[in-house]
Nanobody, 125 residues
Framework: EVQLQESGGGTVEREGSLRLSCRASGFAFGSEYIAWSRRAPGKDHEVVSVIYTGDGTTYYADSVKGRFTISQDNANNMVYLQMNSLEPEDTAMYYC??????????????????WGQGIQVTVSS
């Protein structure tokens, strides 16, 4: 059974940093897209970063480019999201998500069929 478990959220001050972790189980990394998506109150899901585990290719939304970094640990089936220079606008529930297949745009939330339960990130001003 595929499972995704997020950890590492919390509250941080503006311009602070956090690192989110996603533990994936039920499969071995090989050729998946694993994403970090966020949902702020009253807003739609926004996929902020994706990594293709087959070759480590990464994708970022414009809203986080240059501030967030996604990485993978194949040995431990982990994906990380290092978030720097956080702003109050980054406040949201953050979800780890998974899909297989080929996608012209991996940053589309509806591509993903497996989701973790989410973890709250709050950035205070």
């Amino acid at each position: 059974e595929v499972q995704l478990q997020e950890s590492g959220g919390g509250t941080v001050e503006r311009e602070g940093s956090l690192r989110l972790s996603c533990r994936a189980s039920g499969f071995a990394f090989g050729s998946e897209y694993i994403a970090w998506s966020r949902r702020a109150p009253g807003k739609d899901h926004e996929v902020v970063s994706v990594i293709y585990t087959g070759d480590g290719t990464t994708y970022y939304a414009d809203s986080v480019k240059g501030r967030f970094t996604i990485s993978q640990d194949n040995a431990n089936n982990m994906v990380y999201l290092q978030m720097n220079s956080l702003e109050p606008e980054d406040t949201a529930m953050y979800y780890c998500a998974l899909t297989w297949g080929e996608w012209s745009n991996p940053l589309v939330p509806t591509n993903y069929g497996y989701w973790g339960q989410g973890i709250q990130v709050t950035v205070s001003s």
